[in-house]
């Protein structure tokens, strides 16, 4: 059976993108801010259009703004776990990071009732001890590694990296990997950084972004099957042309008859559809 399904995620940041990395000052913190704005520009357009889609939140992003996260769980959509911190998990110490596990989703089972099934790490960046943890903390999914673009996969654990180079890679483990992209995220595109290492120039034509990423969607139609993964934050895609640009996305998936699912829901249809079809699929 033909389908192509769109999975709208939505990385609700808030000031933690600028708190945890020292930028405090309040142009930078309001820069955090806005994405309380565009969380209420963007949850308004998926409620016009029907569309249930999946949120991202960090565990002070639930603490800062909790009438913005109840809205989220109250019009039915996912909420995923990001962090507690925003800190990418990369950073800790394996006892930091199951730390920030914990402590991310008693933050969730608090505003949802229950822990994340889904995970994405800040920044896309886990450790060597990620998939491991994730696992043991009940996770089903992890949407933060870019092996594949329509078609998810098992992560694997125990990949080796010589020292001259050569990699081999370990067994697929129990964690289904959800892919992304830079390329389909739209901070990259329009958010402008400097810093003293170099910059991000961002503010890219939100006409430009448009194209790419309904092309993305074309491509996966010329197969009969796919899931793909757009990642948005309400600070960034909030800004009035580029909730244009979301309209208009939206608009054009639906005419190329995509059907929008939460990721935990594309999760279970890709399961469904591998047990039935068995090595007729990519393999994993």
Not at 17 to 29: D, E, H, I, K, R
Not at 173 to 187: G, H, K, N, R, V
């Amino acid at each position: 059976m033909t389908k192509h399904i769109t999975c709208l995620t939505f990385d609700f940041d808030g000031v933690s993108s600028w708190s945890v990395n020292g930028q405090a000052t309040p142009t930078m913190l309001s820069r955090g801010e806005f994405g309380g704005v565009g969380a209420l520009r963007v949850l308004d357009l998926l409620k016009e259009r029907g569309i249930k889609s999946t949120w991202f939140i960090p565990g002070v992003t639930i603490e800062t703004y909790p009438e913005i996260c109840e809205r989220v769980v109250a019009e039915g959509h996912e909420v995923g776990h990001h962090g507690w911190s925003h800190v990418p998990p990369a950073k800790f110490t394996r006892e930091e990071e199951a730390e920030e596990l914990a402590k991310g989703n008693a933050a969730i089972r608090r505003l949802t009732g229950q822990k994340a099934r889904g995970y994405r790490s800040p920044s896309w960046d886990l450790s060597p001890h990620s998939v491991e943890l994730l696992l043991a903390e009940g996770f089903i999914y992890d949407s933060s590694m870019m092996g594949d673009d329509y078609t998810p996969y098992y992560a694997r654990q125990g990949d080796v990296i010589h020292r001259d180079g050569r990699v081999e890679f370990g067994a697929p483990s129990a964690l289904l990997e959800m892919p992304i992209s830079w390329s389909t995220d739209d901070f990259p595109h329009f958010e402008y950084l400097r810093s003293k290492s170099g910059g991000l120039p961002g503010l890219r034509a939100s006409s430009a972004v448009l194209e790419n990423w309904l092309g993305d969607f074309e491509y996966m139609r010329r197969f009969d099957w796919g899931i793909l993964t757009y990642t948005c934050h309400p600070l960034c895609i909030g800004r009035g042309h580029r909730m244009l640009m979301l309209e208009k996305l939206i608009d054009g998936l639906a005419a190329g008859k995509a059907e929008f699912l939460t990721v935990e829901e594309a999760v279970a249809e890709y399961k469904c559809r591998k047990k039935g079809a068995g090595s007729s699929l990519k393999a994993s």
